[in-house]
């Protein structure tokens, strides 16, 4: 069964600093995506970043970078410079068939 | 272009009574999905629909379902509600094929059910 573990339910960070989400997972597929997804206080879930298995480079939008390690089963979130808007839940997802499977979030509190 | 649409967005009812929620799609987005998502349990499958056809379903009771329709808007249903059903609703709607990275998922903003 695929699953999805992540292990920080809740962490806080200084404004401008660098911040770290873990996540690990597990599935029996070889070529497959991984996804973080952001949920503000406001509640609308956006993707933040997304990467694709086979590819050995880390993903990287702006702010937010992925550290992958397939073999570990780990897809870990980085997010530099952090803002205010960054406070938020952060959830990790993996697609499963014909759905996501999602960890039980980390909420993520940046600090002024 | 319009995101994806969840009505209502906040509703009350009393246990036993039912409730319908409706999702509209970003056009051209032909799966529409719905999680149920509370504190305690995170986010939690419900179903899948891909042209009017249920692909998929999570592990919730019979008291709990779905269809859509032509237009790929989707519609849930909860029977004889539960005080455990207090939730948000999340319904987000995709491509829909499966083995693309471009099978983002795109969420609405969320109905949140209270059962009183």
């Known amino acids: 069964a695929q699953t999805v573990t992540q292990s920080q339910p809740e962490m806080s960070v200084q404004e401008a600093e ?4 873990s996540c690990t997972y597990d599935t029996s597929e070889n070529n497959y995506y991984l996804f973080w997804y952001k949920q503000p206080p406001s509640r609308q879930m956006i993707l933040v970043i997304r990467q694709e298995a086979y590819k050995q480079q880390n993903a990287t939008e702006n702010r937010f970078s992925v550290n992958f390690q397939k073999a570990a089963k780990s897809f870990s979130l980085k997010i530099s ?8 839940m952060y959830f990790c997802a993996l697609p499963g068939t014909y759905k996501y499977i999602f960890g039980t979030g980390t909420r993520l509190k940046v600090l002024a | 272009k319009a995101g994806v649409t969840q009505t209502p967005r906040y509703l009350i009812k009393t ?3 039912q409730v319908t929620l409706s999702c509209s799609p970003i056009s051209g987005h032909r799966s529409v999905s719905w999680y149920q998502q ?4 995170g986010l939690q499958f419900l179903f899948e629909y891909f042209s009017e056809t249920q692909r998929n379903k999570g592990n919730f009771p019979g008291r709990f379902s779905g269809r859509q329709f032509s237009n790929s808007r989707s519609e849930m249903n909860v029977s004889t509600l539960e005080l455990g059903d ?4 999340l319904c987000a709607s995709s491509l829909g094929d499966r083995t693309s990275g471009a099978n983002v998922l795109t969420f609405g903003a969320g109905s949140r059910l209270t059962v009183l």
């Not at chain 1, 410079?81 to 938020?88: I, P, V």
């Not at chain 2, 207090?86 to 609703?89: I, K, M, T």
Request: net charge negative; hydrophobic share 25%; proline share 4%.
């Open chain 1, 81 to 88: 410079d952090s803002q205010l808007g960054d406070t938020a």
């Open chain 2, 15 to 17: 246990r036993g009574q």
């Open chain 2, 86 to 89: 207090s939730a948000l609703y």
């Open chain 1, 18 to 21: 660098t911040v770290t989400l």
């Open chain 2, 38 to 41: 509370t504190p305690g349990q």
